[in-house]
């Protein structure tokens, strides 16, 4: 990339940081240290906003730079996992939005022990949302780690690293110091930004092809090297068994890993009511919707006008085909229009990576103060100095947390982050999902039962990705040079997500104390009407 590109994409990036760095300072210096602040911004944000918010949260660098990547390859099967991505707000809606946001009051653990005994279910949600929060943290870095590393050619890797540990420690500043607050304004104008790029980008590509999304089609399908094959079915998954069982394995951690998010349940805290909390999913599902849509025209378009070869010589996971494509669609390289629209798009990519990391720190962060912290302090404080500690200890676990992404994004730094996404809703599929519903929705469910449903999905999915080709035994590997992958799966959903349900079932039947079903009473009243909400 020429010295022009990187001025002016550098600039553009460090307008969008002293923009939020100034957000950040603004709310931290307006209210200090409220619990319901710190997690919840005061719950004074209204529908529009906070489905823009939720948008931001969930319009990750696995979007953006990810899946447009995959289709650039693979084609249709690339456009599986936007699929997966969109159709996973449909349970969102209609299962979880509403009763998360009467039930609970900061974290996915407090819906899951409103009716249980709190210490031993708020140790194993607590672990589960960490690490779930940290494995999505990775695949953003990772984006961050390529978009730097394309933008300064033989900088290279140490400037790839730098880049990284850049990202964490604004990612630590926006949590510690204003909260939920500061990172619900960054969310909302990260998605401003995101869709008017993508729209700005999906408009030139429907231009250079006149409006004739079939020409654009055969044009990406001949330049990928495919033929035909590209728009069809089975290009990544449809080779042996074991290929369209990680398909299925993928899409089921796709569509049912949203529900059991950390990050994104947070965001119905946000919002004053209940009914509040649902209008913000319909705005959230409208605006990913839409934007989803520009991300299919956005990956065809990067495989019609630059062709699978030059996208994957770039960045073997694709993770670099919208700037180029936006390089391209400029003018070209050495072009102003090219210069100015790169610089424009990498910006935004900037902007998306460190908002979606914003959010995740502060769910983990959360979690780790409000679950983890909480229960194994001795209960010796009133409950004001209480919230005042956990908020000290959240400030302190967001450094943490940032530091353990840096870290494992430096080793996985090789994969595509939209892959690296699909192996955390697998997490959240397994772990938090099953005692999230079984919580919601089954009178009989006990203590036993909510914490063998979350180690039982946790351990296993776990295990599984330390068994498999991510980690060993291929050349895109973690560690290519070993070969310990007995589990041929790169995705474990498949087999993970069945034995968090089976083990919450199992572990209920088995359990040596029936449920409470006063509890559970005023747990489902609390959340059909909202009775007694926070």
Not at 250 to 269: C, D, K, M, Q
Not at 291 to 298: A, C, R, W
Not at 489 to 498: D, E, H
């Amino acid at each position: 990339m020429t010295g022009d590109h990187q001025t002016l994409a550098l600039v553009l990036f460090s307008v969008f940081i002293a923009v939020t760095l100034a957000i950040t300072t603004w709310v931290s210096r307006r209210r200090r240290g409220s619990a319901e602040e710190f997690y919840a911004g005061g719950r004074l944000f209204s529908p529009l906003e906070n489905g823009f918010a939720i948008a931001g949260d969930y319009m990750s660098a696995a979007s953006f730079l990810g899946i447009s990547g995959l289709i650039a390859l693979f084609g249709y099967d690339g456009m599986l996992y936007l699929v997966g991505f969109l159709v996973a707000w449909l349970l969102v809606l209609f299962l979880v939005a509403e009763l998360v946001r009467n039930c609970g009051r900061f974290t996915l653990a407090d819906v899951v022990a409103a009716r249980m005994r709190e210490r031993p279910v708020r140790l194993a949600v607590g672990a589960a949302s960490v690490t779930v929060s940290v494995l999505y943290l990775v695949a953003q870095m990772v984006g961050a780690g390529s978009l730097v590393s394309l933008l300064l050619g033989d900088a290279g890797a140490q400037a790839r690293t730098w880049m990284v540990i850049g990202v964490g420690a604004l990612m630590v500043f926006y949590v510690a110091f204003g909260g939920m607050r500061a990172t619900t304004w960054i969310q909302i104008v990260k998605a401003v930004l995101l869709l008017g790029g993508a729209l700005a980008l999906t408009t030139l590509v429907v231009l250079r092809f006149h409006g004739d999304v079939n020409a654009l089609l055969n044009t990406a399908a001949e330049r990928s090297g495919h033929g035909k094959d590209f728009l069809a079915p089975g290009l990544k998954y449809g080779g042996d068994w074991t290929a369209r069982l990680d398909f299925i394995s993928l899409g089921l951690a796709l569509v049912l890993g949203t529900g059991g998010l950390p990050h994104i349940l947070s965001r119905f805290y946000t919002v004053p009511t209940a009914r509040a909390a649902r209008r913000s999913a319909v705005w959230a599902i409208g605006l990913i919707g839409g934007f989803y849509l520009m991300t299919v025209v956005l990956g065809f378009g990067a495989a019609a006008v630059l062709g699978s070869g030059a996208v994957r010589a770039s960045n073997a996971a694709g993770n670099t085909a919208v700037p180029l494509l936006a390089l391209d669609l400029g003018g070209g390289a050495g072009s102003t229009g090219g210069t100015v629209l790169f610089a424009v798009v990498a910006a935004v990519a900037f902007a998306t990576i460190l908002a979606v990391v914003a959010g995740l720190t502060l769910a983990s962060s959360a979690s780790v103060a409000h679950d983890l912290h909480a229960s194994l302090r001795p209960r010796r404080t009133g409950e004001q100095g209480a919230r005042r500690s956990e908020v000290a200890v959240a400030r302190v676990a967001a450094v943490a947390v940032g530091a353990v992404a840096i870290g494992l994004a430096l080793l996985a730094r090789n994969l595509n982050v939209a892959f690296l996404v699909g192996l955390a809703f697998a997490v959240a599929a397994s772990a938090n999902l099953p005692a999230l519903l079984y919580a919601l929705f089954w009178r009989r469910f006990t203590t036993r039962g909510a914490v063998w449903s979350v180690y039982g999905g946790l351990i296993p999915a776990l295990t599984l990705v330390a068994l498999s080709p991510v980690v060993s035994g291929s050349p895109d590997a973690l560690f290519p040079g070993r070969d310990f992958a007995v589990f041929p799966l790169a995705n474990p959903g498949v087999v993970s997500i069945p034995l968090g349900f089976l083990m919450g079932w199992l572990g209920t039947l088995l359990s040596p104390e029936a449920a409470d079903k006063a509890r559970h009473a005023e747990t489902e009243v609390r959340a059909l009407t909202g009775a007694g909400a926070a």
